[in-house]
């Protein structure tokens, strides 16, 4: 009986964070709606119905470890991937294993690996930079990828330059089923400058939608068990100096030939910098700067830093998703090449130690959130949309209301979602209400229709 109740309270003890629960433990999106995800396909604007629940199913945890069970499958719509990848986001299985106490790698860090790397909160994969295809010295041509040989993994291409067409609105794809993010996870058209014209026929959004007055929320776990959080966070680590955007110190080098590292290591020569291989479309295209003292926001070599953040007020270390001043992606997008602790996280198919099951507290949006939501653009002549602060873990239904009271039409923001449409080109001309309602809670906003 002792040592049961000992094994008991050390897993509480172990599980919990600053008289709290771990965030590793809380702060997944869970389903318990029964939401299932969507898909487009090329040449068709209205959504298909998959049977795979979409975000997390479950999340169990013992003294050491979180598992999080989940398909893989998003609450945003997924596809259509424009470049010919003939995959679509499947059902994958298992649990990703993260650490419950992270530490950092005091040795040789680990280098990122092909595949999974870490996981969003509502149970996407990770990947890092690189696609699978690298330069093959023999043949003077790329090679790799699910469908050819590989090539000599000297020069890496990297994957959100080249395979920018095949990523949906919520910048993801998959790899033989797998739909995964390599990088911000937020939608091309919310970007200050669009360079993915995919939304505008398919329609969906992102995990969370950039906000450069407030800290980015915290929208996964790398392998190594530390967090990973959006575009945005306090200027200085201890919290103070308000908020900023987060930025990499990864730059492109001042090269015209691929024959040496940025470290001067002397390797098999990759193309020439030119037209068709531009400069930024091999990862050993960049190089590390580390910053000049009192310069807190740029990050380290592994594109993170200890610092406090809203979730972990006490300090951790945290990756963050770097992006430019126009909020496009920046290298090396999310964990860097190597990671900062000890990876220690895997996919496994079986739970072996005795578990809890964590049961989701839902939490309303605050009242400052609520002044944040958007519609727009407004007038409106085509398409509305509605878009919620962050990323939401409540279901809200949305209806446009007409003057005389009549709904007009309905949509919903799932859990995991950050933004509801309406197509208005069938709508007359006028005044509408868009009225948002979610448990007891009620927002509204006023709009124009105007053709």
Same mark, same amino acid.
């Given at each position: ?20 629960? !771990? ?75 993260? !650490? ?26 990770? *990947? ?18 699910? @469908? ?43 970007? @200050? ?8 026929? +398919? ?30 966070? *306090? ?52 190089? +590390? ?27 951790? +270390? ?18 860097? @090449?190597? *990671? ?14 005795? %578990? ?17 939501? %958007? ?77």
């Amino acid at each position: 009986m002792k040592k049961s109740l000992l094994t008991c309270l050390s897993l509480i003890t172990s599980s919990i964070v600053f008289g709290q629960f !771990s965030p590793a433990i809380t702060s997944w999106i869970q389903n318990t709606t029964g939401l299932t995800g969507s898909h487009y396909v090329n040449g068709n604007s209205t959504p298909i119905t998959d049977n795979a629940l979409a975000n997390v199913i479950s999340v169990q945890y013992s003294a050491d470890w979180v598992y999080v069970r989940a398909n893989g499958i998003p609450a945003y719509t997924t596809g259509p991937f424009l470049d010919g990848n003939p995959s679509l986001a499947t059902a994958q299985t298992g649990y990703f294993k993260i !650490s419950l106490n992270p530490v950092q790698n005091s040795g040789t860090p680990t280098a990122t690996t092909m595949g999974n790397i870490g996981v969003f909160i509502n149970g996407v994969g990770l *990947f890092d930079d690189r696609d699978g295809v690298s330069w093959r010295a023999a043949t003077g041509a790329l090679a790799g990828g699910p @469908l050819g040989g590989m090539g000599d993994m000297v020069w890496n291409r990297d994957a959100i330059v080249a395979e920018r067409a095949g990523f949906d609105c919520a910048k993801g794809h998959p790899a033989m089923g797998n739909y995964h993010h390599h990088q911000n996870p937020s939608a091309f058209n919310l970007d @200050l400058q669009e360079i993915s014209n995919v939304c505008d026929l +398919y329609l969906a959004d992102g995990l969370y939608v950039i906000d450069s007055t407030t800290h980015s929320p915290l929208i996964g776990f790398a392998y190594d068990g530390f967090p990973i959080y959006g575009a945005y966070g *306090f200027k200085n680590a201890d919290g103070t100096g308000g908020i900023t955007r987060i930025k990499s110190g990864y730059q492109l080098r001042n090269i015209t030939t691929r024959t040496v590292y940025a470290n001067g290591t002397d390797v098999n020569d990759g193309p020439p910098v030119n037209a068709t291989y531009p400069l930024g479309f091999f990862r050993e295209d960049y190089e +590390y700067i580390a910053p000049a003292a009192g310069n807190e926001d740029v990050l380290d070599v592994h594109n993170g830093r200890n610092c406090v953040t809203p979730e972990y007020p006490q300090g951790t +270390y945290a990756y963050f998703t770097t992006v430019d001043e126009n909020w496009n992606s920046a290298f090396p997008y999310v964990v860097g @090449l190597t *990671f900062y602790g000890t990876k220690t996280a895997s996919k496994v198919q079986n739970i072996t130690e005795t %578990v809890t099951t964590y049961n989701p507290i839902t939490t309303s949006i605050s009242s400052t959130d609520a002044a944040k939501v %958007v519609v727009y653009p407004n007038p409106s002549s085509e398409v509305l949309g509605i878009q919620v602060p962050g990323n939401t873990q409540q279901t809200w239904n949305v209806e446009l209301i007409d003057l005389t009271g009549k709904k007009v039409m309905e949509t919903k923001i799932n859990p995991g979602s950050t933004i509801g449409y309406f197509d208005v080109r069938t709508v007359y001309d006028g005044q509408y209400t868009v009225v948002m309602k979610s448990g007891n809670e009620t927002i509204t906003k006023t709009v124009v229709v105007a053709h």
